[in-house]
């Protein structure tokens, strides 16, 4: 099975397509819900992201740009990953790795999850993607910010 890790900028960007309504967040939760990437797959969402979502659409909207408040990505192949005692427990042996040494706050969660899961960390924050690739797998979305050069990680498929 294949596993994401969604950092708050990846869950964002699903909403924020560009001038042409291309967005590298939704085309990827997409092709993985069409089968585009092939197998078993889970989408892992943090609870902090929770909050730290609705606090970016609060700042957006106070800045006058159109997102949606309410969107739902919970379906079979999503899941809610609980930050509590056991994750800390897990992850405190990452804290000071190269690379994860440099992450603050969240960023460091969504990385400890990535690294404790297998999974690929979906980000489009360059900063979490750089440090974070040295220990992960990352899908830096900002490299498929106009077509889903993401695919290339991939492999050979449909």
């Known amino acids: 099975m294949i596993k ?56 957006l909207e106070r800045k006058n740009k159109p997102i949606l408040r309410e969107f739902y990505l919970l379906d079979d192949n999503t899941s809610l ?27 460091l969660v969504f990385a400890c999850i990535a690294h404790i899961e297998d999974a690929y960390l979906v980000t489009m924050d360059g900063k979490l993607a750089f440090h974070a690739k040295k220990h992960i797998k990352v899908v830096d979305l900002n490299e498929s910010k106009d077509t889903a050069n993401y695919r290339e990680l991939f492999g050979d498929q449909p």
């Open 4 to 59: 994401f890790v969604w950092d708050t900028s990846a869950i964002i960007n699903i909403k924020e397509p560009n001038e042409h309504g291309y967005s590298p967040g939704h085309s990827l939760w997409k092709d993985l819900a069409d089968g585009w990437i092939k197998g078993e797959y889970r989408n892992i969402l943090p609870t902090l992201a929770v909050f730290e979502v609705n606090a970016t659409v609060s700042k």
């Open 81 to 107: 990953y609980d930050i509590d005692k056991n994750l800390i427990q897990n992850a405190a042996e990452y804290f000071t790795l190269d690379g994860f040494s440099f992450l603050y706050g969240a960023d």
